[in-house]
């Protein structure tokens, strides 16, 4: 086996996820456990937890994969159970695709392409082009490609954020790269300075790592944080005085919980505003149909654009992603519908709008319910999320727990999670599975559980925390 391999790691489907299925399937087969139903906060996958699809998006799904309801014998009862505007839809991507279960264009389908730039371009007021935009089997596969493009050598870093989302570390080891770490600040809301950026880079160059991207996750995952204009500004410049790639993963633009105080930017936005001295600065930033109200996580849909990259770079992008084939056609439908939803009038609009603000008003809610849970438990401390799914609180464990969990030969916070996992079936994700500064323990929960179960989810943690403090209570309670 390629050892590159067997030394990836990815904590959000590691042995704590193993053991939560194990569970499941236990429940299945009618075996008594301390709990009813396995939740899974280990990974943002709303749809698992009971979040509802947008009707319109499933409408337009299914009349594309039958198309035989819009034949012209069957359209009056069609109509009688479809809106127009979701047939109208249909029948536009089945004119401009022909049949779903063909291989599309391998950068994806042109008419969705275009749509996507269409939004870009209403979102930031600056065109995009079509030419420029690959169509991926979600967001993760493009990470994959482009970092894959990127690592000439195994001496090649990448800059990335700690705490970080795993799919970076797992996707570097994997491509035998060096992780260039740098460091969000917790006692800042986890914020983000150009001190620590260059002082990230430059202790990579004294090691001789050669440093071509800069990672950046906003809104942060698993942190929540989003970042300023003013920062994103600052970041761009780093990126140009250091001559590093940009790689900007957005796929939680719409999770923003604080818009007055906390607007989601998007990279492309802010570079263009900056004037003709950044023009040739690169640029690759990520979408996704898995996150957001949508939610559509299995069907793997997402896109990247990219900006300031020679065509020749274009080109050999191109030719990676055609050995694939192509992205699947139904996770680019996805992204039409994503990005070009019902609008004001439409006959679908008023469902559409309803059922996009319910789950959004429900993610604040669960949010804040969720912190103020955290920030009740002894020795936890929690900062709020301006977005995404997540929150990444820190625990300060007993000497008496971290004893045990050295025993177990588990780090102090798997240990917490295990424990918390096996009393209540709620299954989490430790902090050292994202990264964390050394000395702490951390764990990321989503807070997508149910709304009408949301109550009994965070009486359960609570419950838990008290027992598993008080089982290992030394009186003193340090940091680690």
Not at 291 to 301: D, F, L, Q, T, W
Request: include cysteine; charged fraction near 25%.
């Amino acid at each position: 086996m390629n050892p590159k391999v067997r030394a990836a790691e990815y904590a959000v489907r590691g042995e704590l996820a193993i053991k939560s299925e194990k569970f499941k399937n236990d429940i299945a087969r009618g075996v008594s456990l301390p709990f009813r139903r396995v939740v899974g906060c280990n990974i943002g996958n709303p749809q698992a937890l009971n979040q509802k699809p947008i009707t319109f998006f499933r409408q337009v799904a299914s009349l594309v994969e039958y198309p035989d309801l819009l034949k012209d014998e069957n359209i009056e009862l069609t109509s009688k159970l479809y809106p127009i505007d979701a047939i109208a839809r249909a029948k536009l991507f089945l004119k401009n695709i022909g049949s779903i279960g063909a291989y599309s264009h391998s950068q994806g389908i042109l008419q969705i392409r275009e749509d996507v730039a269409n939004f870009i371009s209403e979102r930031d007021g600056y065109p995009a082009d079509p030419s420029k935009i690959f169509l991926t089997q979600g967001a993760s596969a493009g990470v994959q490609l482009t970092l894959q493009m990127i690592v000439e050598h195994p001496n090649v870093g990448i800059m990335i954020p700690i705490p970080q989302y795993p799919l970076y570390t797992a996707t570097l080891a994997v491509l035998d790269a060096k992780p260039v770490p740098y460091y969000l600040d917790e006692e800042k809301g986890w914020g983000l300075t150009i001190k620590e950026l260059q002082r990230s880079y430059d202790e990579a160059a004294r090691q001789g790592i050669d440093t071509r991207a800069l990672v950046i996750i906003n809104p942060g995952n698993p942190t929540g944080q989003c970042l300023t204009e003013e920062n994103m500004r600052e970041i761009v410049e780093f990126c140009h005085r250091n001559r590093v790639i940009l790689l900007a993963d957005e796929v939680y633009q719409t999770n923003i919980y604080q818009p007055e105080l906390r607007p989601f930017h998007s990279f492309k936005k802010v570079l263009k505003s900056m004037g003709p001295a950044y023009e040739g600065q690169e640029l690759i930033s990520y979408h996704s149909i898995s996150k957001g109200m949508i939610g559509e996580c299995g069907r793997r849909g997402g896109y990247f654009e990219c900006e300031g990259l020679d065509t020749s770079i274009l080109e050999q992008i191109y030719k990676i992603s055609s050995i694939s084939l192509c992205p699947n056609v139904q996770g680019q439908i996805m992204v039409s519908l994503m990005v070009n939803p019902p609008r004001e009038g439409d006959p679908s609009y008023g469902q559409y709008r309803k059922e996009y603000n319910d789950i959004y008003q429900s993610l604040i809610s669960r949010a804040k319910k969720l912190e103020e849970t955290f920030n009740s438990l002894e020795g936890c401390t929690c900062n709020s999320a301006d977005g995404a799914m997540y929150l990444f609180p820190q625990i300060r464990l007993p000497k008496k727990a971290i004893a045990a969990a050295k025993e177990a030969k588990r780090s102090p916070d798997q240990f917490y999670c295990m424990a918390m996992l096996e009393a209540t079936g709620v299954c989490m994700v430790a902090g050292s599975g994202f990264g964390q500064v050394e000395g702490t323990a951390h764990f990321r929960s989503t807070f997508l559980p149910q709304p009408e179960l949301f109550d009994d989810f965070c009486a359960g943690i609570k419950k838990f925390h008290a027992d598993f403090m008080n089982r290992y209570s030394d009186r003193v309670h340090e940091r680690l």
